[in-house]
């Protein structure tokens, strides 16, 4: 990429909806780059590495009106640092996990806003619920008072077309509107994770409010970053 990370932010942001976040997927990327699309407005930064997360913050504590989510799969033995390092999680994919989240919120004086991450096709890739998991769950996730839950995450599988990655989309769209007429109060579905670098436009076109763009604001990671 030729263009400066300002530039692609600028031209990104002008083809989005207002009512649509753009979070930065910063993982892999040092520090001096994340300044420079704090430098061009962004202000969400996501990370996929408890670790890595942490260093940077401490790098960039001067910026203190980041908003950092965490979008990788999180083990529930970092759930508690999670918890103290990100205002969002993105990638709630279990029962089990949700339950801890909530305990140590409790603990820890804390009220994370939520995405429940779901897999609207199978995938052995990635992790999530699948809709009929979701769905008998919820009575159990409608109870955890500590969570602000405030929607769906989803990933499609790598290797669908234009239409099969759109109907993903709306699928989920649908999901979380089905949710919403359930009238579980503490789920409002107000937010759709969904859309990345390569199918971005296709998640807004489906509804998404959040997208997570990481390669197309900051160029191609290290082959060998993990």
């Not at 602000?148 to 077309?161: A, N, R």
Request: proline fraction near 5%.
């Amino acid at each position: 990429m030729t263009s400066s990370i300002s530039e692609r932010i600028t031209q990104i942001r002008s083809s989005l909806p207002d009512s649509v976040r753009l979070i930065a997927v910063s993982k892999t990327v040092p520090a001096d780059k994340i300044r420079a699309a704090y430098a061009a407005g962004i202000r969400d930064f996501g990370e996929s590495r408890i670790q890595e997360a942490a260093s940077k913050q401490a790098e960039l504590q001067d910026l203190s009106d980041i908003t950092w989510h965490f979008i990788g799969h999180l083990q529930s033995n970092k759930a508690k640092k999670a918890l103290e390092l990100f205002q969002w999680i993105h990638s709630v994919d279990n029962l089990q996990l949700a339950q801890r989240l909530n305990n140590l919120a409790s603990q820890l004086g804390v009220s994370p806003q939520i995405c429940l991450q779901v897999k609207i096709l199978p995938d052995p890739n990635k992790s999530g619920w699948t809709v009929p998991q979701l769905l008998t769950d919820l009575p159990a996730i409608a109870q955890y008072k500590n969570l602000q839950i405030q929607g769906l995450m989803t990933i499609p599988p790598l290797g669908l077309d234009e239409a099969e990655t759109l109907d993903v989309f709306n699928s989920t769209f649908s999901l979380a509107k089905t949710i919403r007429e359930n009238n579980y109060p503490q789920i409002p579905m107000q937010h759709l994770s969904m859309g990345m670098s390569g199918d971005y436009e296709i998640a807004v076109a489906a509804g998404a409010t959040m997208v997570r763009l990481g390669t197309i604001l900051f160029g191609d990671r290290p082959e060998k970053a993990n």
